[in-house]
T-cell receptor, first 109, second 115 residues
């Protein structure tokens, strides 16, 4: 069956450090992968998209990698700030868009 | 900016009631979606629609139906609400989900409690 797994439900890091989140998938052949941010009680907001033929994408302090051989995407937040505290979701597009359960990041000042 | 508006933020309904969740988008998007989100389970797709009067079942359609009479409006209907439908419901819209990878825009969510 198809599955999207994101590493540990919660990640606690010190301000200024890099947070690395993992998204692994099985039985998908996604054309692209997206990352979303969700704040408590709010809907998810799109952050980044990376296509199957791209290895890496950057946006400000965010970096995403996509390895279709390993069936894995890594999401990095560099120089993290308390304002980065949120839940981050990965999503894969097969014939529809499917989401992982998310990883909650807490950045301590 | 794209705006996806869900009509009710918080609802409390009784078991067996018929419940309507309304969603409107203002960007002329072809696709509209209803997800529910539960702790530890992530977002699960209930139904989606790629055109007016068209609908497709998602992963968990049982107990739900949808209506899309106009392009901008997508309604989720719980025919007979049950306590296991207590959840946060998220409406979303997008342009075509082709290989170009269009973004999905979400509403703020509707918290439904069935008692």
């Amino acid at each position: 069956s198809q599955k999207i797994e994101q590493n540990s439900e919660a990640l606690n890091i010190q301000e200024g450090k890099t947070a690395t989140l993992t998204c692994n998938y099985t039985n998908y052949s996604p054309a692209y992968l997206q990352w979303y941010r969700q704040d408590p009680g709010r809907g998810p907001v799109f952050l980044l998209l990376i296509r199957e033929n791209e290895k890496e994408k950057r946006k400000e302090r965010l970096k995403v990698t996509f390895d279709t051989t390993l069936k894995q995407s890594l999401f990095h937040i560099t120089a993290s700030q308390p304002a980065d505290s949120a839940t981050y979701l990965c999503a894969l597009r097969d014939y529809k868009l499917s989401f992982g359960a998310g990883t909650t990041v807490t950045v301590r000042a | 900016d794209v705006k996806v508006t869900q009509s009710s933020r918080y609802l409390v309904k009784r078991t067996g009631e018929k419940v309507f969740l309304e969603c409107v988008q203002d960007m002329d998007h072809e696709n509209m979606f209803w997800y529910r989100q539960d702790p530890g389970l992530g977002l699960r797709l209930i139904y989606f629609s790629y055109d007016v009067k068209m609908k497709e079942k998602g992963d968990i359609p049982e107990g739900y139906s949808v209506s899309r009479e106009k392009k901008e409006r997508f309604s989720l209907i719980l025919e007979s609400a049950s306590t296991n439908q207590t959840s946060m419901y998220l409406c979303a819209s997008s342009l075509s989900l082709g290989s170009s990878g269009n973004t999905i825009y979400f509403g703020e969510g509707s918290w439904l409690t069935v008692v």
